[in-house]
């Protein structure tokens, strides 16, 4: 059974300009979140999709955007990036509503340096 | 803001149990214990959830108190890849999860 995978492992990006991150979840899973961790912040929720449609939003402002393909796909996009971007983006997915049995996979994450 | 008290780092010697405690003073009747843990260079892996019982998995065991203000991880015999940093979460059952500090564990060989 595939895990998350998450598109590309490694990003380098110039201040200013934007980015598209990609998560494909586990086969079946409709429910998707999206996280940042920093050495800083430690991991800081973004958002989540189910079904296509966002349930539950972090606070973060509003250059991260999200989105939910009918496959359960997921992109997350950072418009106008700045230095404090640069971190490591993960993507879970769960088989919501069963999060509770199994819990949430998480991929190995996209490593985003804005420079 | 994480809603839950760890400490910042513990240390075990391979081999040998470990517990790791929870402090959750707030939490609410509803409120689940999740546990989950982050190997170097890995996204966080689900460890093991609890309500009011004890529950044991094939990774771990949890406990939690009775008052449900606290619980307890318990890896029964340390290995060297159980060293990863173990984050213990509080929230409703199907609310996102806010990750705290958690608690960095050394294994020693």
């Known amino acids: 059974k595939a895990g998350v995978t998450q598109t590309p492992r490694y990003l380098i990006k110039t201040r200013g300009q934007q980015v598209t991150l990609s998560c494909s979840p586990i086969?079946?899973?409709?429910?998707v979140s999206w996280y940042q961790q920093t050495p800083g912040q430690g991991l800081q929720f973004l958002f989540e999709y189910f079904s296509e449609t966002q349930r539950n939003k972090g606070n973060f402002p509003g250059r991260f955007s999200g989105r939910q393909f009918s496959n359960s796909r997921s992109e997350m996009n950072v418009s106008t990036l700045e230095l404090g971007d640069s971190a490591l983006y993960l993507c879970a997915s769960s088989s919501m509503p069963r999060l509770l049995v199994y819990g949430y996979t998480f991929g190995s994450g996209t490593r985003l340096t804005v420079v | 803001d994480a809603k839950t008290t760890q400490p910042n780092s513990m240390e075990s010697n391979e081999e040998e149990p470990v517990h790791l405690p929870c402090n959750h003073s707030?939490?609410?009747?509803?409120?689940?214990i999740h546990w989950y843990r982050q190997l170097p260079s890995q996204g966080p892996e689900y460890v093991i959830h609890g309500l009011t019982s004890n529950v044991n998995n094939r990774m771990a065991s949890l406990a939690i108190a009775e008052d449900r203000k606290s619980s307890t991880l318990i890896l029964h015999r340390a290995t060297l890849r159980d060293a990863a940093v173990y984050y213990c979460?509080?929230?409703?059952?199907?609310?996102?999860?806010?990750f705290g500090k958690g608690t960095r564990l050394s294994v020693i060989a």
């Open positions: 979460i509080q929230s409703e059952g199907n609310t996102p999860l806010v």
């Open positions: 086969s079946g899973h409709r429910s």
């Open positions: 707030t939490i609410s009747g509803t409120d689940y």
